[in-house]
């Protein structure tokens, strides 16, 4: 090996063998053929500046170590954005099996796809989606071996062993289950193991981030949190209001999580959380994931935004809440997400949720644009800034695992 490299070498699970999404059926056939985006070398590499020995370092990290996402979204969209919609409306999304087999990680918490969930409907967010959007990625999971789902704990334990991949699955919002709360048994005996409370707008449990008046949790939200603690569902805050959050903290009895989020305090914006409701995750046992997704986890250091930008609120962090309470949730997927945004701006709030400063906008997120390229780059300027081989290993997985020890059980 050289005396430096850009970055560790990509870990290769040798579990995957080459399965692509719903191969067992006939494309064009049996569903609609698309043009996907390439789930490899899609942009430049990140140049992290690493020589020899962190190179090695990092690859040994990241391979040896359980590594956990704590959000994203690990599908392929269509490589003309323009499609997306109609891609969406076969409710086949793609899984990116290959992208995943190099990414390194032991499990991620898929999102799927959210508020995008348009089979039926173009607002998104109704229940005959979402079961649609799961039933299908089921199917296609259950026909192959490198990815499997993550019931519980001894699932990514097992998938670690095995070398392969645990799909946490996962809902950013509860707005699907409308007021019915044994929606959320329905949910959990389908595989769903987190949930968050709303997405920017307020439904029957809270209020989101971008409304004007947070009323907080309401006597449904309660009901629902009380409800998802029983079943051992994880709840998440990342969208919610400042006031519902706080709701939550208090109502629940399990640790919550903000899956993908930053500092406020770095970056004003109502997307970010302050730092009360940061302090009051942590003091639930919960942990943030620091988020990626473009032009959200931005700095006055780094506005253009990159690895580095995503790191100013990883150290804010550290400082606020320590170690054991910061993790990644960088909000990845396999496309072009700026213009998944710019067609999706309402349906996800934005707009709305972006409101701040002025920011130049970035065609990708530098350095951490995939689920593939994330968690090699993150651990390579974790083993470059001098943090200890204990520490990368709570941040990458081990506080996300102290916390699921609580809310799985």
Same mark, same amino acid.
């Given at each position: 090996?050289?005396?430096?490299?850009?970055?560790?070498?990509?870990?290769?699970?040798?579990?995957?063998?080459?399965?692509?999404?719903?191969?067992?059926?006939?494309? *064009?056939?049996?569903?609609?053929?698309?043009?996907?985006?390439?789930? !490899? $070398?899609?942009?430049?590499?990140?140049? !992290?500046?690493?020589?020899?020995?962190?190179?090695?370092?990092?690859?040994? !990290?990241?391979?040896?170590?359980?590594? =956990?996402?704590?959000?994203?979204?690990?599908?392929?969209?269509?490589?003309?954005?323009?499609?997306?919609?109609?891609?969406?409306?076969? *409710?086949?999304?793609?899984?990116?099996?290959?992208?995943?087999?190099?990414? @390194?990680?032991?499990?991620?918490?898929?999102?799927?796809? $959210?508020?995008?969930?348009?089979?039926?409907?173009?607002?998104?967010?109704?229940?005959? &989606?979402?079961?649609?959007?799961?039933?299908?990625?089921?199917?296609?999971?259950?026909?192959? &071996?490198?990815?499997?789902?993550?019931?519980?704990?001894?699932?990514?334990?097992?998938?670690?062993?095995?070398?392969?991949?645990?799909?946490? !699955?996962?809902?950013?919002?509860?707005?699907?289950?409308?007021?019915?709360?044994?929606?959320?048994?329905?949910?959990?005996?389908?595989?769903?193991?987190?949930?968050?409370?709303?997405?920017?707008?307020?439904?029957?449990?809270?209020?989101?981030?971008?409304?004007?008046?947070?009323? #907080?949790?309401?006597?449904?939200?309660?009901?629902?949190?009380?409800?998802?603690?029983?079943?051992?569902?994880?709840?998440?805050?990342?969208?919610?209001?400042?006031?519902?959050?706080?709701?939550?903290?208090?109502?629940?009895?399990?640790?919550?999580? =903000?899956?993908?989020? *930053?500092?406020?305090?770095?970056?004003?914006?109502?997307?970010?959380?302050?730092?009360?409701?940061?302090?009051?995750?942590?003091?639930?046992?919960?942990?943030? @994931?620091?988020?990626?997704?473009?032009?959200?986890?931005?700095?006055?250091?780094?506005?253009?935004?990159?690895?580095?930008?995503?790191?100013?609120?990883?150290?804010?962090?550290?400082?606020?809440?320590?170690?054991?309470?910061?993790?990644?949730?960088?909000?990845?997927?396999?496309?072009?997400?700026?213009?998944?945004? &710019?067609?999706?701006?309402?349906?996800? *709030?934005?707009?709305?949720?972006?409101?701040?400063?002025?920011?130049?906008?970035? /065609?990708?997120?530098? #350095?951490?644009?995939? /689920?593939?390229?994330?968690?090699?780059?993150?651990?390579?300027?974790?083993?470059?800034?001098?943090?200890?081989?204990?520490?990368?290993?709570?941040?990458?997985?081990?506080?996300?695992?102290?916390?699921?020890?609580? =809310?799985?059980?």
């Amino acid at each position: 090996m050289t005396d430096t490299a850009q970055s560790a070498t990509p870990y290769r699970s040798s579990r995957y063998t080459g399965y692509t999404s719903f191969s067992y059926l006939d494309e *064009g056939r049996d569903y609609e053929a698309f043009v996907l985006a390439p789930e !490899l $070398d899609r942009v430049p590499p990140y140049d !992290l500046g690493l020589d020899a020995e962190q190179a090695e370092r990092t690859r040994r !990290l990241v391979q040896d170590n359980i590594i =956990i996402s704590l959000h994203d979204h690990p599908q392929v969209f269509p490589e003309d954005m323009n499609q997306v919609r109609e891609y969406i409306r076969t *409710g086949r999304e793609r899984t990116g099996y290959l992208g995943l087999s190099r990414s @390194g990680m032991t499990a991620v918490f898929d999102n799927m796809m $959210d508020g995008t969930a348009c089979v039926t409907s173009k607002s998104g967010w109704k229940f005959d &989606d979402i079961v649609y959007d799961i039933g299908m990625r089921l199917s296609d999971i259950a026909h192959q &071996d490198f990815v499997r789902i993550a019931y519980g704990l001894d699932d990514i334990y097992a998938a670690h062993q095995n070398d392969q991949l645990a799909i946490v !699955l996962s809902l950013e919002a509860a707005t699907p289950i409308e007021n019915e709360v044994d929606r959320i048994d329905l949910l959990y005996g389908m595989g769903v193991r987190q949930m968050g409370i709303a997405y920017s707008e307020a439904n029957t449990l809270g209020s989101g981030l971008k409304e004007a008046g947070d009323g #907080g949790l309401t006597v449904f939200g309660h009901r629902a949190v009380e409800r998802m603690n029983k079943l051992g569902i994880a709840i998440d805050v990342s969208h919610s209001g400042d006031k519902t959050c706080m709701d939550v903290f208090a109502a629940s009895t399990k640790p919550v999580l =903000i899956t993908h989020a *930053g500092a406020r305090a770095v970056w004003p914006t109502p997307r970010m959380k302050p730092d009360e409701v940061i302090r009051g995750c942590a003091e639930t046992g919960g942990v943030i @994931g620091i988020e990626a997704a473009p032009h959200t986890t931005l700095s006055e250091a780094h506005p253009e935004h990159s690895l580095e930008s995503v790191m100013d609120h990883f150290e804010y962090c550290v400082e606020l809440v320590g170690i054991d309470h910061v993790a990644f949730g960088p909000d990845t997927l396999y496309g072009d997400h700026v213009a998944l945004h &710019d067609i999706f701006a309402a349906n996800l *709030g934005v707009h709305d949720a972006h409101k701040g400063p002025s920011y130049p906008k970035m /065609p990708y997120v530098a #350095g951490l644009e995939n /689920p593939t390229e994330c968690f090699h780059n993150i651990v390579g300027w974790l083993v470059k800034h001098g943090y200890s081989d204990e520490d990368i290993i709570k941040v990458t997985g081990g506080n996300i695992i102290r916390a699921l020890e609580k =809310i799985w059980f």
